[in-house]
């Protein structure tokens, strides 16, 4: 069964809505995610119940890992940021923890926002907040040309992307209560390990545009393009913008999308494991040149993907292969190209 998220955080955006329920199941992880020597304290919210963060102080588009834990057991467990409703995932090597992801979006405001959390644990109501802070991110403005349509669509067009964005919305509005994904993510390319353009502001044949939500990377023609995780494939058609596009499902609010393939190998309905081929990359929908647009939602926010892999670690293949000290994502990368 899954749930629609509340119709306060549906308006928040154009094309993504925000927040999510946040009670049983709670469902077994891989294990718990150690978190940084620079992470905040445990703060005592009684009744032998604690709350983490991997970081107070983040940055728009970034993921923020927060942790439960509780010495007895908890009938009850909910916590909520800047509208946000987490969802929690149990740890299955230490029962006693749970796990949620924020998503800053990339337009979240600047500012300090209080997470709340309450929990019942053994007929006790434990309760506590701490502070979160949103800094403003450092994002590249540029120049782009494209064809006239992609700019000034004509009325079937424009009406085409206006039923594209209500689905897309409606998509991330949903909710899947089970956690999908089995441990840490991968890079959808084999082989490359830089990035760029996540939340570049630009300026396309000379009108403003939106921020650029995701990360491009540089990809030539008929490239295999693999699932970051595992995950349900809830999309996998052209859409006017980002031509032929995958949208996966992996649980608990995180969706992860790919985009202007030159052509799909799967379908809706799919269910993928981490590292299938999900398609191959192309030049389709309003592109420069042939790439891969990776993107992540989380909870409705618009985050930087390569903060999933950061935050949850690497997948087993980029671990043991190092590669996650060759993972680049600053916007100065001129390799990549460019899309919407």
């Given amino acids: 069964m899954k749930r629609n ?36 304290q445990p703060h005592d919210c009684s009744h032998g119940v604690t709350l983490q963060l991997s970081s107070s102080v983040s940055a728009q588009g970034d993921l923020v890992l927060v942790k439960v834990h509780s010495s007895k057991a908890m009938a009850r467990l909910t916590a909520e940021w800047a509208g946000q409703k987490l969802l929690f995932w149990r740890d299955s090597l230490d029962e006693s923890m749970y796990q949620a992801l924020v998503g800053i979006d990339l337009e979240e405001p600047a500012g300090t926002y209080s997470l709340a959390l309450t929990a019942q644990v053994e007929n006790e109501n434990a309760a506590c907040s701490v502070p979160l802070t949103v800094r403003a991110g450092r994002f590249a403005t540029e120049r782009l040309h494209v064809a006239k349509q992609f700019v000034e669509p004509n009325p079937s067009d424009l009406e085409r992307a206006g039923r594209e964005r209500q689905r897309l919305r409606e998509l991330y509005a949903t909710v899947t209560p089970e956690r999908l994904w089995q441990g ?7 082989g490359v390990h830089k990035g760029g353009n996540f939340g570049r502001r630009r300026i396309v044949n000379g009108e403003p545009g939106s921020p650029h939500s995701g990360v491009d990377f540089p990809a030539a023609a008929g490239v295999p393009v693999h699932a970051a995780e595992r995950g349900r494939v809830v999309l996998a058609e052209n859409l006017f913008f ?7 499902d992996h649980g608990l609010g995180v969706y992860s999308l790919y985009g202007h393939f030159e052509s799909t190998a799967v379908a809706e309905g799919d269910v993928v494991e981490a590292g299938a081929v999900l398609g191959h990359a192309g030049a389709t929908g309003r592109v420069t040149g042939p790439h891969l647009h990776w993107g992540l939602i989380v909870n409705g926010a618009k ?28 916007s100065k990368n001129k390799e990549t190209r460019h899309t919407r």
């Avoid at 980002?242 to 996966?248: A, E, H, I, Y």
Wanted: overall charge positive.
């Fill in 5 to 40: 998220l509340d119709s306060r955080s549906a308006k928040r955006i154009a094309c993504l809505a925000i927040g999510c329920f946040a009670l049983a199941p709670l469902l077994a992880s891989a294990g718990t995610v150690p978190f940084p020597a620079s992470a905040p």
């Fill in 184 to 190: 840490g993510f991968r890079l959808p390319l084999a």
């Fill in 242 to 248: 980002s031509g032929n596009t995958v949208l996966l």
């Fill in 303 to 330: 985050v930087n993907p390569l903060e999933i892999i950061r935050v949850l670690g690497p997948s087993r293949e980029m671990a043991t292969n190092g590669r996650t000290r060759k993972i680049a994502g600053g």
